[in-house]
């Protein structure tokens, strides 16, 4: 009986059907079982199973690049320190542009890691400059026709 079954089945399924190739793509065409096997190597099921194992290590890699990163950032961050220094009522002449220099003294041996000077302006016309150096010092243009005064510059500098 159970010989039957599998007579009844072969008739079924032309021997010449049976392929090893997965790029067959016709229908009426049956995979050998071997394909299915990922410890054969070469067989469809191995190489998807090596692509799986790589897609693995590769996300494990990622992640922990990612992480060692995200702590060297965070230690730098940690030893981040902030100087920040304002002043008011700096006048520009018409026309004109003015050096300003702010009194910031910064550790010896640290590393300056940010300047950033901020303009707070109650006068339109009024621009900082983009010629900030390390002496502390923004250059101020008024492009008005009479002599205005900026408001309040800050400048703020981040070291380690």
């Known amino acids: ?42 067989t469809m099921a191995n190489q998807i199973s090596e692509l799986n194992t790589n897609l693995t290590k590769t996300n494990q890699t990622v992640a922990g690049n990612l992480t060692k990163t995200n702590q060297a950032i965070a230690a730098k961050q940690n030893k981040l320190n902030l100087i ?51 002496n502390f010092t923004v250059r101020l243009w008024n492009s008005n026709s009479s002599e205005k005064n900026v408001g309040v510059a800050y400048y703020v500098i981040y070291y380690v």
């Not at 399924?13 to 054969?40: F, M, W």
């Not at 910031?104 to 302006?121: D, E, F, H, K, Y």
């Open 1 to 42: 009986m159970i010989f039957d079954f599998f007579k009844d089945v072969m008739k079924k399924i032309d021997k010449e059907k049976i392929t090893q190739s997965s790029a067959v793509n016709v229908e009426g065409y049956v995979l050998d079982a071997r394909e299915k096997n990922p410890s054969i190597s070469g």
């Open 84 to 134: 920040s220094k304002s002043q008011g009522d700096i006048t520009v002449g018409a026309g004109a542009s003015r050096d300003f220099t702010f009194g910031i003294s910064v550790p010896a041996g640290a590393t300056i890691v940010a300047q950033i000077p901020i303009l707070v302006t109650n006068a339109v016309g009024i621009s900082v400059g983009r010629n900030v150096n390390k």
